[in-house]
């Protein structure tokens, strides 16, 4: 029996050429960025992506821990994003359930206002919410007062919508027969099955308060109630007193605050994937 040759060899050798290109590129940003937080030296050439043994140093870092509080910038950094990631889990489920299954007047108004929220930025409203949240409630130098404003997101609140749109309503059905109440049929039924939904809108939902530096900037005026961006950002206007290398102690700083949401993808990557939401049902 004769031997069929595999097609696509060729194409196929290309198709990982440029993907490899494609990573090299994505990734050379990273690279640089750890690369100029080691050297001792300051060096933009080209050459300087291949630095000597010699150039390279911890004392970047040692000296940023020097001149902040890294680990206080750390943990408020940690409780202003764990805040905002919960709050968005929480009220972006309820509201993306509602929205998908729940039968009630004004539906297609509310997902309306949602979806208009996506067209207005944020700076529009950060006066507002600055005089509400400051003068109102008098919430400066909080961490409420950095979390209120990111307590909803709307892109989460799409996600789960769209997912639970794809559970069959038979599951709902079968369910309310049995008797069990919407927050049940939420919890135990709806929430696994759309399980890749929240692990995504975690992740979203994670980079945005963790790098935000604009409301925490104005919010937090106390330096020991300042996130790692905007204790970052004090260090770079004040970077003349460090002699060894500014800039590579600002990259040094920017690495501690890139590393946990790299971290935090490569955990949860391998889970986004589809659910078999049709498998709830049978036949």
Request: with cysteine; hydrophobic share 55%.
């Amino acid at each position: 029996m004769p031997t069929t040759r595999r097609r696509g060899g060729p194409l196929t050798a290309l198709r990982f050429v440029v993907l490899a290109v494609g990573a090299f590129l994505a990734l050379v940003p990273f690279y640089y960025m750890i690369i100029g937080a080691l050297q001792k030296e300051r060096d933009t050439s080209v050459l300087g992506l291949l630095p000597l043994p010699g150039n390279l140093t911890l004392d970047n870092l040692r000296g940023v821990n020097e001149s902040i509080d890294l680990v206080g910038a750390l943990v408020n950094s940690l409780i202003m994003t764990a805040g905002v990631v919960g709050c968005t889990l929480v009220l972006g489920l309820l509201v993306g359930y509602a929205l998908a299954v729940l039968s009630f007047r004004g539906r297609g108004l509310v997902f309306a206002l949602v979806l208009l929220v996506q067209a207005i930025p944020f700076q529009l409203l950060m006066v507002p919410l600055y005089v509400m949240v400051v003068r109102y409630f008098h919430l400066a130098d909080s961490y409420l007062g950095m979390i209120l404003p990111f307590a909803v997101n709307s892109v989460a609140v799409l996600i789960f919508r769209q997912y639970f749109l794809q559970i069959p309503k038979d599951v709902f059905d079968a369910a309310r027969i049995d008797g069990a109440g919407e927050l049940r049929i939420l919890v135990s039924i709806a929430v696994p099955l759309v399980r890749p939904a929240v692990l995504t809108a975690m992740l979203v939902t994670f980079i945005g308060p963790w790098n935000e530096f604009l409301w925490p900037f104005l919010i937090t005026k106390d330096a020991e109630m300042q996130p790692l961006a905007v204790s970052l950002a004090n260090f770079s206007q004040a970077n003349s007193t460090f002699e060894a290398n500014p800039m590579g102690a600002v990259l040094a700083g920017a690495c501690v605050l890139a590393i946990p949401a790299v971290v935090l993808f490569l955990t949860f990557q391998r889970y986004f994937t589809s659910a078999n939401l049709g498998s709830a049902i049978k036949g």
